[in-house]
Nanobody, 111 residues
Framework: QVQLVESGGGLVQPGGSLRLSCVVS????????TAWYRQRPGQQRELVAS???????NYADSVKGRFTISRDNAKNTVYLQMNSLQPEDTAIYYC?????WGQGTLVTVSS
């Protein structure tokens, strides 16, 4: 059974940074890739960033240049470095691996 455990969320001021982590139990992130989604209050879940098995990355237009997805294959961990955070980035962030979802981690950007 695959399990995804996210961490790293919290409260940050506008302009600040956070790094989210997603540990994927077992193996396979080098093969299938992983993605980060978010669900903002009152909105549908949306794709934020993804990384394929070969390492190709893709970003939503709203986060390009501010967020970076990366991974550590040895640790089965995927990261989302978030810089220049804005209030509109406030959301629950979810990690997805194949059809598995993590429990989500809350990011709140507020002064």
């Amino acid at each position: 059974q695959v399990q995804l455990v996210e961490s790293g969320g919290g409260l940050v001021q506008p302009g600040g940074s956070l790094r989210l982590s997603c540990v994927v139990s077992g193996s396979g992130i080098r093969i299938y890739g992983t993605a980060w989604y978010r669900q903002r209050p009152g909105q549908q879940r949306e794709l934020v960033a993804s990384i394929t098995g070969s390492g190709t990355t893709n970003y939503a237009d709203s986060v390009k240049g501010r967020f970076t997805i990366s991974r550590d294959n040895a640790k089965n961990t995927v990261y989302l470095q978030m810089n220049s955070l804005q209030p509109e980035d406030t959301a629950i962030y979810y990690c997805k691996f194949r059809w598995y979802w993590g429990q989500g981690t809350l990011v709140t950007v507020s002064s």
